[in-house]
């Protein structure tokens, strides 16, 4: 049920007041390259806008999330929801960079292959970035994380912009592109999955974390997604036709030349992909074509670069970063902590982080059979209730966005951010949102606006408390396991 006017109008005005707030913070204390990076939350206050600052992003990040949080059901209708989502935006547009600093990575980087030096196997300090003191100390020696089209983009960027303002302002186009094509894509989906559009579009434009993270932080998150809702939207439009499977491969081999974890949809995508009853034959004859403009993808962009495949060694230096927000990096702190009473030196995290990844494979095996194992059983229902055709695209893309969800919550290292990958997904096929809307809705308040993340000041406390809430889960799914026929 539709919101009442009143509701959506007083929703709509608190969402745009923060969206302002959180202008006015950024302008007076954002990720701006002068800001130092070594401060801390009592620092940020002591300074001279301290207060003031800290006092518009914290009230701004209630009154987005409030605003969003209020209309979860479902804005008044789909133009509504966009219309607001672009109102909030426009604040956001015209601030410094907020709650991260990884903007001016992206500029290095796209700066050192622009100067003919591999970003894969050279950290931005030691390849001469004039820019490097406004990049996060952590990053200044590591290699690019990130896949052979960003790093293509990021060079065009800074060539573009011409200076470390104008790269900037490339890179939240770049951003605010990813967004919009990802926001073309939303009614169509929403559509094949039986979700209102209304719904929809509001969960996944409207939430703080889209705002901040990728319209103002500029984080080539936004193109993934863009990419990957694309090629997903042709697989679930076009099942079974060589041509369009071939455009949605490369288009999900594009989003995962971005950022690898956009892998994870491949297996989900297959699935959309076929045409007529599920059989092994029919997956291997469609998915095939999908395979194919995946893997063209990633081969043509690596030679395209001349980096090869040396973006995946980079992958392994992403997780340098331990914060207990993410789960298995919470759990072996807490290990560490209890060894340390009987006198063994920590290394827990390395094991729990290894056995978190371990998890994932086996989650999104489990995932991707299960929906497998249910696109079979329509096999025959097809036949009687025509109109279970929905159904099939709304299982693959389920799974799709529980595995994202399991990438997000298992990954070595978490950024609010990284929300933002199964909530796209989830706001157009999920019956119930309150499990991802609420963890989504926190994470907003996670970050300051100088991107100083409060997990590097709660270590312990955030630790402790991460883990009881895995252990309550675990037991959770135990005793419903166990109550299950």
Not at 156 to 166: D, H, Y
Not at 207 to 222: F, W
Not at 349 to 360: C, D, I, N, S
Not at 427 to 454: E, I, Q
Request: aromatic share 8%; net charge positive; hydrophobic share 55%.
């Amino acid at each position: 049920m539709p919101p009442s006017p009143g509701a959506a109008r007083v929703a709509r005005y608190a969402g745009l007041a923060g969206a302002v707030l959180l202008a006015v913070a950024g302008w007076l204390g954002g990720a701006l390259p002068s800001t130092p990076l070594d401060a801390t939350p009592p620092s940020v206050w002591r300074s001279d806008t301290g207060p003031l600052t800290l006092g518009a992003w914290l009230v701004g990040t209630a009154l987005l999330a409030g605003a969003w949080w209020a209309l979860r059901r479902g804005a008044p209708s789909t133009r509504w929801a966009y219309l607001t989502a672009g109102l909030w935006a426009l604040p956001l547009l015209v601030t410094p960079p907020l709650g991260s600093r990884d903007v001016y990575s992206y500029a290095c980087q796209g700066w050192a292959y622009a100067h003919g030096v591999d970003p894969y196997a050279t950290g931005v300090a030691e390849a001469g970035c004039p820019w490097v003191e406004a990049v996060a100390p952590i990053w200044r020696d590591t290699p690019a994380p990130y896949g052979p089209i960003f790093v293509l983009l990021a060079a065009l960027a800074v060539t573009l912009g011409g200076g470390l303002v104008g790269a900037i302002v490339a890179f939240r186009l770049l951003a605010v592109g990813g967004v919009l094509l990802a926001a073309l894509c939303l009614p169509g989906l929403a559509r094949a999955a039986g979700v209102p559009t209304r719904r929809a579009a509001w969960l996944a434009l409207a939430c703080p974390l889209v705002g901040v993270h990728l319209v103002a932080g500029a984080h080539n998150d936004a193109v993934m997604l863009g990419l990957l809702m694309l090629g997903l939207l042709v697989s679930v439009r076009r099942p079974g036709r060589p041509g369009p499977l071939l455009l949605a491969g490369a288009l999900l081999g594009l989003a995962v030349t971005v950022k690898a974890t956009a892998v994870v949809v491949l297996p989900f995508a297959a699935l959309a992909a076929v045409h007529g009853r599920y059989t092994l034959r029919a997956l291997l004859r469609d998915a095939g074509w999908l395979a194919g403009g995946a893997l063209g993808a990633v081969t043509v962009t690596s030679l395209l670069s001349g980096l090869g495949l040396g973006w995946v060694g980079g992958l392994t230096r992403s997780g340098d970063s331990e914060q207990w927000t993410s789960p298995p990096t919470a759990v072996g702190f807490v290990v560490d902590y209890a060894g340390g009473f009987v006198g063994r030196e920590p290394g827990a995290v390395p094991v729990t982080r290894a056995a978190a990844l371990l998890l994932l494979a086996v989650l999104v095996a489990v995932l991707w059979w299960r929906a497998w194992s249910g696109l079979r059983r329509l096999n025959d229902v097809r036949q009687r209730v025509p109109r279970l055709d929905a159904a099939r695209p709304r299982v693959a893309l389920l799974g799709a966005g529980l595995a994202l969800a399991a990438t997000v919550v298992l990954a070595p290292v978490f950024h609010p951010w990284y929300a933002t990958w199964p909530l796209a997904l989830l706001a157009v096929v999920a019956s119930r949102t309150t499990w991802f809307v609420l963890p989504c809705a926190a994470a907003a308040f996670l970050t300051l606006p100088d991107g100083a993340n409060l997990a590097r000041f709660t270590k312990a406390p955030g630790a402790l408390a991460v883990t009881a809430l895995v252990a309550w889960l675990a037991v959770w799914c135990l005793l419903r396991l166990r109550r299950a026929p």
